[in-house]
């Protein structure tokens, strides 16, 4: 490992949430058996009230509080900077914060921001020009407050080397062990992945969790229309097919429903489609040919072609992490003395 990657401060904003700041800890705070010696040098910065290295609690969400001698003094000298989520991302990031970021980067660090942390970052100007990944759910406030910033709502995590970003929740995790991949090789990131029982990479992206409703704007006399088609996925609609049942022209019919759902005809008839799939794949055993055929899209392979794209994972890697299940009763057993198994994975449908 690289000296200058060993110490690490995770900046403490208030009202900050408590998982953001709970999994730096977890994974940089924590001397484990089987992993590099010596490990990180976490240090836990108080940014804002009580910060400067005084002692005082920095109230997190809920009933947490930061206690920490550590501001921004250490903030500024530390080999890699953590910016987690921020309480509000329509107010502004603390100056305080943004000034020591700013000098930390001109000092060398690598900066990162984890969630909603990416509206601090941005802030700061490093992201203007660069690629960059936030919660999906922030995308469209985080593209209007920061046009400068090519927002990439569909991946976990962007890497530009000495700025890094991640997307929500607990792709925080994913992106601690991107960092240990980086710093101590693959070897650490796979062992720190088993104790942690996770993926030590996971395939797709952000993609495969947002969820696709129907847009909100809406033109009521295309109501019946959408309704007709979202009942016939199944069936080869085309957009004449559409426009002779809405008594109109194909070009009308495809500028009244830019107008109303911001896309074509076609684009709005495969989201359908592949929402439509993501739900079969999550409530049933359908096979996926057969999930292909009621949903439109002909064959498994054409399915997978187009879920993959759209999604980011295969629909049975898909169904393994969404499936719903019934709920039973826990059978408890004696544990056996054996040695746990890794989850291999399986050969995708």
Same mark, same amino acid.
């Given at each position: 490992?690289?000296?200058?990657?060993?110490?690490?401060?995770?900046?403490?904003?208030?009202?900050? /949430?408590?998982?953001?700041?709970?999994?730096? *800890?977890?994974?940089?705070?924590?001397?484990?058996?089987?992993?590099?010696?010596?490990?990180?040098?976490?240090?836990?910065?108080?940014?804002?009230?009580? #910060?400067?290295?005084?002692?005082? /609690?920095?109230?997190?969400?809920?009933?947490?509080?930061?206690?920490?001698?550590?501001?921004?003094?250490?903030?500024?000298?530390?080999?890699?900077?953590?910016?987690?989520?921020?309480?509000?991302?329509? #107010?502004?990031?603390?100056?305080?914060?943004?000034?020591?970021?700013?000098?930390?980067? +001109?000092?060398?660090?690598?900066?990162?921001?984890? *969630?909603?942390?990416?509206?601090?970052?941005?802030?700061?100007?490093?992201?203007?020009?660069?690629?960059?990944?936030?919660?999906?759910?922030?995308?469209?406030?985080?593209?209007? +407050?920061?046009?400068?910033?090519?927002?990439?709502?569909?991946?976990?995590?962007?890497?530009?080397?000495?700025?890094?970003?991640?997307?929500?929740?607990?792709? *925080?995790?994913?992106? *601690?062990?991107?960092?240990? +991949?980086?710093?101590?090789?693959?070897?650490?990131?796979?062992?720190?992945?088993?104790?942690?029982?996770? /993926?030590?990479?996971?395939?797709?992206?952000?993609?495969?969790?947002?969820?696709?409703?129907?847009?909100?704007?809406?033109?009521?006399?295309?109501?019946?229309?959408?309704?007709?088609?979202?009942?016939?996925?199944?069936?080869?609609?085309?957009?004449?097919?559409?426009?002779?049942?809405?008594?109109?022209?194909?070009?009308?019919?495809?500028? +009244?429903?830019?107008?109303?759902?911001?896309?074509?005809?076609?684009?709005?008839?495969?989201?359908?489609?592949?929402?439509?799939?993501?739900?079969?794949?999550?409530?049933?055993?359908?096979?996926?040919?057969?999930?292909?055929?009621?949903?439109?899209?002909?064959?498994?392979?054409?399915?997978?072609?187009?879920?993959?794209?759209?999604?980011?994972? /295969?629909?049975?890697?898909?169904?393994?992490?969404?499936?719903?299940?019934?709920?039973?009763?826990?059978?408890?057993?004696?544990?056996?003395?054996?040695?746990?198994?890794?989850?291999?994975?399986?050969?995708?449908?």
């Amino acid at each position: 490992m690289s000296a200058r990657h060993r110490s690490i401060a995770l900046a403490v904003t208030p009202g900050m /949430p408590i998982f953001d700041l709970a999994v730096p *800890c977890h994974v940089f705070g924590t001397d484990r058996p089987g992993l590099p010696d010596p490990w990180y040098d976490l240090r836990v910065c108080a940014i804002g009230p009580g #910060g400067e290295g005084a002692g005082d /609690p920095v109230a997190a969400r809920s009933w947490f509080a930061a206690r920490t001698p550590y501001g921004t003094e250490e903030l500024i000298s530390a080999d890699t900077v953590i910016v987690p989520a921020s309480a509000d991302v329509r #107010g502004d990031p603390p100056e305080e914060l943004i000034d020591a970021l700013r000098e930390a980067h +001109r000092r060398g660090a690598r900066i990162v921001s984890l *969630c909603s942390g990416a509206f601090t970052l941005a802030a700061t100007g490093l992201l203007d020009g660069r690629t960059a990944a936030t919660h999906w759910m922030y995308a469209a406030l985080f593209a209007e +407050r920061y046009p400068a910033v090519r927002l990439d709502p569909s991946v976990l995590y962007v890497d530009h080397g000495d700025v890094l970003t991640g997307a929500g929740s607990t792709a *925080c995790i994913d992106v *601690c062990l991107h960092l240990v +991949r980086e710093d101590y090789g693959s070897e650490a990131a796979n062992t720190l992945a088993r104790q942690l029982v996770a /993926p030590a990479h996971r395939p797709g992206g952000q993609a495969q969790y947002i969820e696709a409703p129907l847009p909100e704007r809406t033109d009521d006399s295309l109501a019946p229309l959408l309704h007709w088609a979202a009942e016939r996925l199944h069936e080869p609609l085309t957009v004449a097919d559409l426009a002779r049942r809405a008594h109109t022209s194909p070009r009308t019919l495809t500028r +009244r429903f830019h107008s109303a759902t911001g896309t074509t005809p076609l684009r709005w008839l495969q989201a359908q489609r592949i929402a439509r799939a993501r739900e079969l794949l999550e409530s049933g055993d359908l096979p996926v040919d057969r999930i292909a055929e009621l949903c439109g899209l002909g064959t498994a392979a054409n399915l997978r072609r187009h879920f993959t794209r759209a999604v980011g994972v /295969p629909p049975h890697d898909y169904r393994r992490a969404f499936r719903a299940r019934e709920s039973r009763p826990l059978a408890w057993s004696r544990p056996q003395e054996s040695r746990p198994q890794e989850s291999r994975p399986q050969a995708a449908v």
